[in-house]
Every structure is written in C-alpha cells, then in structure tokens.
Nanobody
Framework: QVQLVESGGGSVQAGGSLRLSCAVS????????MGWFRRAPGKEREGVVV???????YYADSVKGRFTISQDNAKNTVYLQMNSLKPEDTAMYYC???????????????WGQGTQVTVSS
C-alpha cells in the first residue's frame, strides 16, 4: 500500500525559506507524476506544482520563480523548496503521487496527510 508522509512545515517570517519533504513508500518504483497542493483557510485546494508524465511541470503563477519541485529516487522522496515566502503562502501543504496512465490526466490517487506552513509578515 502506497503511503506518503510529509514533513518540513513550520512557521517562518516573510522572505524566509522552507523545504518540504514527502517520503513515499509501498511501491516498487518511483512515481510517474507527483505534485504539491495547498489549501488555505476558507479557500479551495489548489495545485502549487505538478509534474506530468513526459516530464512537463506546471507551476502556479503565484509561486513561479520561488518554488521548486525535485525528487530523490534513491530515497523515494519528493521535495518542495520554497523561497521568498509570503504571508499568502500560508496553507496546509499536501503532496500527491500517481503511477501509470492516470498521470496523463493529472489524476492523483495517493495523498499525504499534509504539513502546515505559516508565513508571518
């Protein structure tokens, strides 16, 4: 059974940085697509950065140039490096992965429990 465990969230002042980690276990090979999503209080969940089968990467306009997704296949871990954080980045952050053809339509079936990021001004 695939399991995702996020870590690295916390409180930081505006302009600071955090790196979120998402440890993936329970599958024989690395995910074909992955993503980081967030949900702020009173708002719907939004995609922050999503990788698609074939290698293309989507970054939300609000995080372009500040956030970067990466992965370490040896550690089965997906990272989200967040720089120049802003108060509006405050949210619960979730990682998600998927394998196979569901990646073609960005249909993520495996989700972590979330990690809270709070950015103060």
């Amino acid at each position: 059974q695939v399991q995702l465990v996020e870590s690295g969230g916390g409180s930081v002042q505006a302009g600071g940085s955090l790196r979120l980690s998402c440890a993936v276990s329970g599958h024989t090979y690395s995910p074909d697509c992955m993503g980081w999503f967030r949900r702020a209080p009173g708002k719907e969940r939004e995609g922050v950065v999503v990788t698609y089968l074939g290698g293309s990467i989507y970054y939300a306009d609000s995080v372009k140039g500040r956030f970067t997704i990466s992965q370490d296949n040896a550690k089965n871990t997906v990272y989200l490096q967040m720089n120049s954080l802003k108060p509006e980045d405050t949210a619960m952050y979730y990682c998600a992965v998927q394998y196979g053809s569901r990646c073609l339509r960005g249909d993520f079936g495996y989700w972590g429990q979330g990690t809270q990021v709070t950015v103060s001004s």
